[in-house]
């Protein structure tokens, strides 16, 4: 069966620190990739996806992800890290016009 | 960005009554609608599928006869829980795809929090 997973569940940085959040996936075949972002009290918002093309791929607020096909992976970076980046993130795999499966998620806490 | 409304946003009932969620999307077609259920701190476990027009597809160990879903319209659609109990509560997302050149993207609504005593 198809997974996903982030191999952090909770982060914690400081101010203007790089973030790198893991994600692998087990699906065979073509994929397209999401990260989500829930800041607290809101909802999902999508901060970047890759269907295809170049394997990094760039989002809303400074991030960044790099799809490597063969690790299966599409880690999540950010070079500087603000407070306002405190929230939940979610990666997220389906295949086309198949359900989307998330990670368990990832709890990212920045230090003022 | 496309705009997905669920209402309410938040309901508390008594035990053994029912429950009916609604979810929209408010600027586009949306052919198939996703129920999730997020229990704190852990990830949005999907609750079913919903095509416009045909009967949901509902993840296994989910009661169907218990979360009635409906997709009447490309706009709206409905979960209702019903017989509600303590276990119940938790918060349900919904979410919206379009048919038509949205490729696989999801817009999620802001959710709505159950609360059955």
């Known amino acids: 069966a198809q997974s996903v997973s982030q191999h952090n569940h909770h982060v914690i940085l400081s101010e203007a620190a790089s973030l790198e959040l893991g994600c692998n996936y087990s699906y065979g075949g073509t994929v397209n990739l999401f990260w989500y972002v829930q800041y607290p009290g809101q909802h999902l918002q999508l901060l970047l996806k890759?269907?295809?093309?170049?394997?990094l791929v760039k989002g809303i607020k400074g991030f960044e992800a790099e799809f490597i096909k063969s690790k299966f992976s599409f880690n999540l970076r950010k070079p500087s890290v603000q407070w306002s980046d405190t929230a939940e993130y979610f990666c997220?795999?389906?295949?086309?016009?198949?359900?989307?499966?998330f990670g368990k998620g990832t709890r990212l806490h920045i230090l003022p | 960005g496309a705009v997905v409304s669920q209402h309410p946003s938040w309901v508390i009932c008594k035990s053994g009554t029912s429950v009916k969620i609604e979810c929209r999307s408010l600027d586009f077609q949306a052919t198939t609608m996703f129920w999730y259920r997020q229990f704190p701190k852990q990830s949005l476990m999907l609750m079913a599928t919903?095509?416009?027009?045909?009967?949901?597809?509902?993840e296994q160990g989910v009661e169907k006869d218990k979360f009635l879903i409906n997709h009447a319209s490309l706009t709206l659609s409905t979960l209702t829980v019903t017989s509600a109990h303590p276990e119940d509560s938790s918060f349900y997302i919904c979410s919206a795809r379009s048919g038509e050149g949205g490729g696989n993207e999801q817009f999620f609504g802001p959710g709505t929090r159950l609360t059955v005593l």
């Open positions: 919903s095509n416009e027009g045909s009967k949901a597809t509902y």
């Open positions: 890759y269907f295809s093309g170049d394997p």
């Open positions: 997220a795999v389906t295949r086309r016009d198949d359900k989307i499966i």
